[in-house]
């Protein structure tokens, strides 16, 4: 069964500092990984994805994930973060079972402190 | 393009009381779903569609109903509500290439 795990439900951050949100997924299919934004009372915006091919991706708003194979990990890092940062982060994995959709893990909310 | 839009935006119902969700895209995709979200538990698949005519459950199907009579729309249907449905309903379609657009959401309240 597929199942994705987001090891910090907050994360605390000043401005323009690093910051990396970290997700384990497990899956018996073959592995695509999303991570999407959720800004308050919105809905869900994809920041980037992996289908195949290389193991860095890149996404909108400066935001990049490194697929593992070997640790079953996607963490989504950024190098500068900003206030408008400010969000519930979830991380996802295709749906197992012949099912077609997303396994969502439970989300964390980076808060960006000035 | 609207993308995937979501009536109502707001619902409250009570115990025992039906209702649609109403889902509809315009980007042509063949794929749609329904997702739950709440507090805490990410969003849970409920039903899903890979064309019209053709839908299956998802994670936590009970107590929902769906139908796909044309590919634009794919409402959901509380046959009897119940508190435990208290939630943020997203519905979201998905191109080929995997990436699913969610509409607004609708927050329900059951009391």
């Known amino acids: 069964a597929q199942s994705v795990t987001q090891l910090d439900s907050q994360v605390p951050v000043f401005e323009e500092a690093p910051v990396e949100l970290r997700c384990n997924y497990s899956?018996?299919?073959?592995?695509?990984l999303f991570w999407y934004v959720q800004y308050p009372n919105q809905g869900l915006q994809l920041l980037l994805k992996?289908?195949?091919?290389?193991?860095l991706v890149k996404g909108i708003n400066g935001f990049e994930a490194e697929f593992n194979k070997s640790q079953t990990s996607f963490h989504l890092r950024k190098p500068s973060v900003h206030i408008s940062d400010t969000a519930e982060y979830f991380c996802?994995?295709?749906?197992?079972?012949?099912?077609?959709?997303?396994?969502f893990g439970k989300g964390t909310h980076l808060i960006i402190q000035p | 393009n609207a993308g995937v839009t979501q009536t109502p935006k707001f619902q409250v119902l009570k115990t025992g009381q039906s209702m649609t969700l109403q889902c509809a895209q315009d980007?042509?995709?063949?794929?749609m779903s329904w997702y739950r979200q709440d507090p805490g538990m990410g969003l849970r698949l409920i039903h899903y569609s890979v064309g019209a005519g053709i839908t299956d459950q998802g994670e936590v199907p009970n107590g929902y109903n769906v139908s796909r009579s044309t590919t634009e729309d794919f409402p959901l249907r509380l046959l009897s509500a119940a508190p435990s449905q208290t939630s943020v309903y997203f519905c979201?379609?998905?191109?080929?290439?995997?990436?699913?657009?969610f509409g607004p959401g609708t927050r329900l309240t059951v009391t």
């Open positions: 980007m042509n995709h063949e794929y």
């Open positions: 899956s018996s299919v073959s592995v695509y």
């Open positions: 979201a379609s998905r191109s080929d290439w995997y990436e699913q657009y």
């Open positions: 996802a994995v295709r749906a197992g079972g012949g099912a077609d959709g997303l396994t």
């Open positions: 992996y289908l195949s091919g290389s193991t």
